[in-house]
């Protein structure tokens, strides 16, 4: 399974806010990020 860079170069993962919240983090699931606040679904 292809591992994709979830990390920067300090180390941390690079997690996206979710557009809709501003303030809830999009959960990785590998080929698309999901917001388990507001259900919104971004594909990559
Ligand atoms: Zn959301």
């Keep these: 399974m292809a591992r994709h860079e979830y990390y920067n170069d300090d180390g941390e993962a ?11 983090f999009l959960g990785d699931h590998g080929d ?3 917001c388990g ?6 594909w990559e």
Aim: glycine share 4%; charged share 45%; with cysteine.
């Design 14 to 24: 690079e997690r996206e806010l979710c557009p809709r919240c501003g303030d809830t």
């Design 32 to 34: 698309r990020k999901h």
């Design 37 to 42: 606040k507001c259900s919104y679904t971004e």
